[in-house]
């Protein structure tokens, strides 16, 4: 037995005065309206109508239950008008996870742009350096860097893809000199930066000969921010490898220099994960297609920025 739709039936019965109106308001046959109210009759076991072939009238129980039947209507309807409108309007609260570096020069700037066109959605940010449990911690978005898609079962949008290259300060290419080929880095100090989508110890570069990877002795310092390791290289610590975002306010000011320029990290691809594709809530859809309009051509024109480095 469909327990609301009978007490939707009920309530308009009554309203209506008799089961044949009331079957006409509703589009079913006064059958159909009769028999809806005796199932309900015979459920809870008490009379909720009187009926006469002229009229009908509210026993005691029946007023009672009633009162408690348009009350409970009543929050069906604004339960479901408030579910519609969150499919149709952007609002509430956006809880979104990305991976630091990019968070910071990408994704925070693209939130103000995005609170701009939609004010009424506010935004729980999350820097962490992890693929995040979407379901178990509550995310409605998760951005994420990695060679291959996460097998998490969610739902993926590519947005672009980013690599990292070589730098140096200019105060240690003066005192060690210039690696000119990825062997020479064994003679240097390198620095690593440690996050899932760098593994510690090796090196995978696109360069000249294809793909190289290179295996690196015992760090002297290991970190897993981006921008703390821009730092460290710039300090003159050693070799770094710097994701492009990271890496370009220091060529520009003159702090770092790109060594091997012919090398570059093995691109990293970006993902929107989101739990499903049906029924989206509007501000997960709207957050994400405009990821897709603005994510891909701000990481083109930083790589496109870099070909002013390309010689040590």
């Not at 609170?115 to 940010?125: E, G, N, R, W």
């Not at 690599?163 to 300060?169: D, G, R």
């Not at 003159?254 to 691809?269: D, F, S």
């Amino acid at each position: 037995m469909d327990t609301l739709q009978n007490m939707r039936v009920f309530s308009r019965v009554v309203e209506a005065g008799s089961f044949t109106a009331a079957a006409q308001h509703l589009n079913t046959t006064t059958a159909y309206a009769s028999r809806a109210v005796s199932d309900l009759e015979a459920h809870l076991r008490t009379r909720l109508l009187n009926r006469t072939t002229r009229r009908i009238a509210l026993t005691e129980a029946g007023e009672r239950y009633l009162q408690r039947c348009e009350q409970i209507l009543a929050y069906v309807d604004q339960a479901e008008a408030e579910a519609g409108d969150a499919h149709a309007k952007p609002s509430g609260k956006l809880k979104i996870h990305t991976m630091a570096g990019i968070g910071q020069h990408y994704i925070v700037p693209m939130i103000s742009r995005y609170q701009t066109l939609h004010p009424s959605v506010q935004i729980d940010l999350t820097l962490a350096q992890r693929v995040p449990d979407l379901l178990d911690e509550g995310f409605d978005v998760s951005i994420v860097l990695g060679t291959e898609l996460p097998d998490s079962g969610l739902v993926s949008q590519r947005l672009g893809g980013v690599f990292s290259i070589a730098c140096a300060s200019p105060a240690y290419i003066q005192r060690h000199g210039v690696p000119h080929v990825l062997s020479d880095l064994v003679k240097h100090t390198c620095l690593q930066l440690i996050t899932p989508a760098f593994p510690p110890n090796k090196w995978t570069f696109d360069g000249p000969n294809g793909q190289e990877t290179i295996t690196l002795g015992p760090a002297t310092f290991t970190v897993n921010v981006a921008e703390a390791m821009a730092v460290a290289i710039s300090e003159g610590m050693g070799v770094g490898i710097l994701p492009t975002s990271s890496a370009l306010p220091a060529l520009r000011a003159g702090t770092l220099v790109r060594v091997l320029p012919q090398y570059t990290m093995q691109l990293l691809n970006v993902f929107a994960l989101y739990p499903s594709r049906q029924y989206l809530d509007a501000k997960i859809r709207t957050w994400v297609e405009f990821l897709r309009n603005e994510l891909p051509a701000a990481l083109a024109a930083d790589e496109k920025s870099l070909q002013e480095f390309v010689a040590s």
